[in-house]
């Protein structure tokens, strides 16, 4: 196989695959497959729930006719560059949950052919590209690994809502299962990748490479969740301590908050996972994991603590709770933390009124109705007793908050510490 005769699949188009199909669309034929027929129609009407492509931008590429969406298995069988995206989420008892990894390699293991390479972007623990992705594709292909067919691990690094750090411009991880396979995978990535390629020397350190970029930003942002909880008993500001102790070249300036998403809060439990798996039980990667995942309770407890102070009834009271993505500046809901805060806030018979402008929650999401405005100049600010601000959205930002001191204002990124609270 050769560079400029490749025909290119990708499985899955979400905030990973949907960038990868556009950019790669510019120099190759694409195939964009998705088990979802509600997402592909959207697509081919150039419609992005994630808003990553702006529809302009997939105007353009369906009219250059070399991308194709999809969810019929028919249309993969002329590709032979396929690359899997999609989620790897954990289950309830933060164990790796591998169904949609494995549905996606049966699938491409029924159009599988003579010479075809796999690439693998989706998040796992090492050698889960080898042990169990492989056989599948084995099982339902009927070929050989490393004799028929190639595979590789290329981790995504997209940082969904991000326009400044966006597909091109990170540097990219390659890898393959032979020499041949990792030297065509590096050219192919590098063909569209502006910031360059690092080629990995096996797939198992690509791998692991991708679970500890996680790991190390979640237990950065739990140690200044400690800290943020060490300084308040102390009657000391979070926000303060960090400004001034950022004045030094070489601190890393991380910031107190709800950790959610698909990546951090989730990708360290699938190193754990394996790690005890072969007999070692993680003790600094789970204690930052249960201190980041305590956050939203603490930040009730505040909460409720503030309001005390404030002499608020609390069975009267109007809350506002601005925010409900993961991440600023984002449409992705996937375990955000906001909506554990959100359930036990209800769970006193609290009445919430709830707004974000990326996001239109269903009434049946929570367990009890709510109040949301469809846009920021819908919102009398000035009715509400408590205001949470629990994401720093641009929008919010940009608010002009008037404190007369009879309300709790609760920042928890600290945007506005003139007038609010904050972790």
Same mark, same amino acid.
């Given at each position: 196989?050769?560079?400029?005769?490749?025909?290119?699949?990708?499985?899955?188009?979400?905030?990973?695959?949907? #960038?990868?199909?556009?950019?790669?669309?510019?120099?190759?034929?694409?195939? &964009?497959?998705?088990?979802?027929?509600?997402?592909? /129609?959207?697509?081919?009407?150039?419609?992005?729930?994630?808003?990553?492509?702006?529809?302009?931008?997939?105007?353009?590429? *369906?009219?250059?006719?070399?991308?194709?969406?999809?969810?019929?298995?028919?249309?993969?069988?002329?590709?032979?560059?396929?690359?899997?995206?999609?989620?790897?989420?954990?289950?309830?008892?933060?164990?790796?949950?591998?169904?949609?990894?494995?549905?996606?390699? *049966?699938?491409?293991?029924?159009?599988?052919?003579?010479?075809?390479?796999?690439?693998?972007?989706?998040?796992?623990?090492?050698?889960?590209?080898?042990?169990?992705?492989? #056989?599948?594709?084995?099982? !339902?292909?009927?070929? +050989?690994?490393?004799?028929?067919?190639?595979?590789?691990?290329?981790?995504?690094?997209?940082?969904?809502? =991000?326009?400044?750090?966006?597909?091109? =411009?990170?540097?990219?991880?390659? @890898?393959?299962?032979?020499?041949?396979?990792?030297?065509?995978?590096?050219?192919?990535?590098?063909?569209?990748?502006?910031?360059?390629?690092?080629?990995?020397?096996?797939?198992?350190?690509?791998?692991?490479?991708?679970?500890?970029?996680?790991? %190390?930003?979640?237990?950065?942002?739990?140690?200044?969740? !400690?800290?943020?909880?060490?300084?308040?008993?102390?009657?000391?500001?979070?926000?303060?301590?960090?400004?001034?102790?950022?004045?030094?070249?070489?601190?890393? =300036?991380?910031?107190?908050? *709800?950790?959610?998403?698909?990546?951090? &809060?989730?990708?360290?439990?699938?190193?754990?996972?394996? @790690? !005890?798996?072969?007999?070692?039980?993680?003790?600094?990667? $789970?204690?930052?994991?249960?201190?980041?995942?305590?956050?939203?309770?603490?930040?009730?407890?505040?909460?409720?603590?503030?309001?005390?102070?404030?002499?608020?009834?609390?069975?009267?009271?109007?809350?506002?709770?601005? &925010? $409900?993505?993961?991440?600023?500046?984002?449409?992705?809901?996937?375990?955000?933390?906001?909506?554990?805060?959100?359930? %036990?806030?209800?769970?006193?018979?609290?009445?919430?009124?709830?707004?974000?402008?990326?996001?239109?929650?269903?009434? /049946?999401?929570?367990?009890?109705?709510?109040? %949301?405005?469809?846009?920021?100049?819908?919102?009398?600010?000035?009715?509400?007793? +408590?205001?949470?601000?629990?994401?720093?959205?641009?929008?919010?930002?940009?608010?002009?908050?008037?404190? =007369?001191?009879?309300?709790?204002?609760?920042?928890?990124?600290?945007?506005? #510490?003139? $007038?609010? !609270?904050?972790?």
């Amino acid at each position: 196989m050769r560079v400029d005769n490749i025909k290119i699949g990708i499985v899955g188009l979400g905030y990973v695959g949907l #960038p990868l199909a556009v950019e790669f669309s510019k120099k190759y034929q694409v195939k &964009g497959f998705d088990t979802s027929k509600t997402r592909v /129609n959207q697509l081919n009407n150039s419609i992005d729930e994630t808003c990553e492509i702006d529809s302009k931008i997939l105007d353009r590429t *369906l009219d250059n006719g070399n991308i194709l969406f999809s969810e019929n298995l028919d249309d993969l069988k002329d590709v032979n560059f396929y690359i899997i995206t999609v989620p790897t989420p954990i289950d309830r008892n933060n164990n790796p949950d591998l169904k949609p990894l494995k549905n996606a390699s *049966l699938i491409v293991g029924q159009v599988l052919k003579d010479g075809d390479i796999v690439v693998y972007e989706s998040t796992v623990f090492p050698g889960a590209t080898e042990e169990i992705c492989v #056989p599948i594709l084995e099982k !339902e292909s009927g070929l +050989v690994f490393n004799e028929n067919f190639f595979c590789g691990y290329s981790p995504e690094r997209i940082n969904p809502g =991000d326009k400044k750090h966006t597909l091109t =411009d990170i540097v990219k991880i390659t @890898s393959g299962s032979t020499q041949f396979s990792a030297t065509l995978i590096n050219k192919v990535y590098s063909s569209i990748i502006n910031a360059g390629t690092y080629q990995a020397s096996s797939i198992k350190i690509a791998e692991a490479a991708k679970v500890i970029e996680n790991t %190390q930003r979640d237990l950065n942002i739990a140690l200044v969740n !400690e800290l943020a909880i060490i300084f308040n008993k102390m009657n000391i500001s979070t926000h303060e301590v960090l400004d001034a102790a950022s004045t030094k070249w070489n601190f890393q =300036d991380y910031r107190p908050g *709800l950790v959610g998403g698909h990546c951090i &809060g989730v990708d360290p439990y699938y190193l754990t996972y394996k @790690s !005890e798996s072969i007999g070692y039980t993680p003790k600094v990667i $789970l204690a930052g994991r249960k201190i980041n995942d305590g956050m939203s309770d603490y930040l009730v407890q505040r909460l409720v603590q503030s309001i005390s102070k404030s002499n608020l009834d609390l069975s009267r009271i109007n809350i506002l709770i601005l &925010g $409900l993505t993961f991440k600023e500046n984002s449409t992705d809901t996937r375990n955000s933390k906001a909506f554990n805060v959100i359930e %036990q806030l209800l769970s006193m018979n609290l009445n919430l009124t709830i707004f974000d402008p990326n996001v239109e929650i269903p009434n /049946n999401t929570f367990s009890s109705n709510l109040n %949301q405005p469809k846009e920021i100049n819908e919102i009398n600010f000035e009715k509400f007793d +408590v205001i949470l601000i629990t994401v720093s959205h641009n929008e919010f930002r940009k608010l002009n908050l008037k404190n =007369d001191k009879t309300k709790v204002i609760f920042d928890i990124s600290g945007h506005h #510490p003139d $007038l609010t !609270e904050t972790l």
